[in-house]
């Protein structure tokens, strides 16, 4: 059973961030209703400088998440998780980001549904992860602190 747990959690989170690329991830003051389909995003914003690229780096968290999810302790992958997604919701707390090459910040003024998809793939895989875990009983402090 916690092989399709396993498996369900996998596809569904890969799948919702597969679908996250192809949407816009938010919208601007500047005029711009969309700053491009995610993937673009995902090969620039490493670029950005702003507080706000920060929450780029919780796609490396995410995908390194899901390559340590198939083995047989989870710890990591739990970690990682919860990581990418603490981090991919910090984006909400920025007010400003630098949408061109020229640096000018921009105030975020919403979220579109390429963010929300990225999110929910963060959160499926962290509460994939915590499922797991309850299911094996492991504790809070087996899943943070080595033996």
């Not at 679908?19 to 003051?29: I, V």
């Not at 995610?38 to 929450?55: K, N, P, R």
């Not at 970690?79 to 921009?106: C, P, Q, R, T, Y």
């Amino acid at each position: 059973m916690k092989n399709i747990t396993k498996i369900i959690t996998l596809v569904c989170s890969i799948t919702l961030y597969i679908a996250s690329l192809t949407q816009s991830g938010f919208s601007t003051d500047n005029g711009q209703v969309d700053n491009g389909p995610g993937y673009a995003l995902v090969l620039t914003g490493w670029l950005c400088v702003s507080i706000a690229g920060i929450s780029w780096f919780a796609n490396p968290l995410l995908i390194l998440s899901w390559f340590s999810f198939k083995s047989q302790s989870n710890k990591r992958s739990l970690f990682l998780s919860l990581l990418a997604f603490l981090i991919s919701l910090s984006f909400m707390f920025n007010k400003f980001i630098i949408v061109d090459e020229g640096g000018s910040l921009h105030e975020i003024s919403g979220y579109r549904l390429g963010y929300w998809l990225w999110l929910a793939s963060c959160v499926l895989m962290l509460i994939g992860n915590i499922s797991i875990s309850v299911k094996r009983k492991e504790t809070i402090s087996y899943l943070f602190l080595k033996r």
